[in-house]
C-alpha cells in the first residue's frame, strides 16, 4: 500500500475522532476544522517519517497548534446567549451545554489539560509528555481547572466531583 493510500486511509478513519477533540479544545466549530486541518497538512507532509502509530503524532500537533494559535491571538470569548434554545429541552443537551460554556471560560492551558485528562482518558504523565509540561504541573492545573468549573457550573458539581 502507498503511503499516499495509507495517509487517506487513515485521514477516512480517524477524522471525525480528531474533530470531535479539536471542537473540545477549541470551543469553536469553525476554529476546530482549522485546526484539524492544520494538523492533519503538517502530517501529510510527515508522513514518510512517522513511524507506529500516526494518531499520537496528530494529535500532538493539535495540542500544541491550540495553544499557540490562543498566545497569538487571544480570542475573545463567546457566551451561549445567540444559541439556539429550542435544542436544549433535553436534560443531555443543558448539561452539554453547560459544560461547554463553562469549558469556554477556562483558560486554554485549562481546557487543554482537563480534554486530555479525561476526554481523551490520558494520564497525568502521559499528558504532561504531550504537552511538553512536568507531571506537577497537569496535576496543579487540572486541581485549578476543576476548581474553576466547579464555580462557573456549580449544577456539574455531581458531574466533577467534590473537591478534596
Known amino acids: 500500500m502507498s503511503g ?25 466549530a469553525q ?4 485546526l484539524v486541518q492544520t494538523a492533519l497538512l503538517e502530517t501529510a507532509r510527515a508522513w514518510h517519517r512517522i513511524r507506529g502509530h500516526p ?25 451561549l446567549e445567540g444559541h439556539d434554545a429550542a435544542a436544549a429541552h433535553d436534560t443531555d443537551t443543558d448539561l452539554r451545554l453547560t459544560l461547554e460554556d463553562a469549558l469556554r471560560r477556562l483558560t486554554v492551558k485549562q481546557r487543554t489539560v ?21 507531571v506537577g504541573t497537569v496535576k496543579s492545573m487540572t486541581r485549578q481547572a476543576l476548581g474553576r468549573l466547579r464555580v462557573l457550573a456549580p449544577e456539574l458539581a455531581e458531574l466533577i466531583g467534590s473537591d478534596t
Open 4 to 28: 499516499e493510500t495509507e495517509f487517506r486511509d487513515f485521514v477516512a478513519a480517524r477524522s471525525a475522532a480528531l474533530s470531535r477533540t479539536a471542537y473540545l479544545l477549541t470551543g469553536d
Open 31 to 34: 476554529l476546530a476544522e482549522d
Open 55 to 79: 494518531e499520537a503524532y496528530v494529535r500532538r500537533i493539535l495540542y500544541t497548534r491550540n495553544i499557540s494559535w490562543w498566545r497569538r491571538r487571544r480570542f475573545r470569548e463567546t457566551s
Open 114 to 134: 482537563l480534554v486530555l485528562r479525561y476526554f481523551e482518558d490520558l494520564t497525568e504523565v502521559q499528558t504532561a509528555e504531550q504537552l511538553g509540561i512536568g
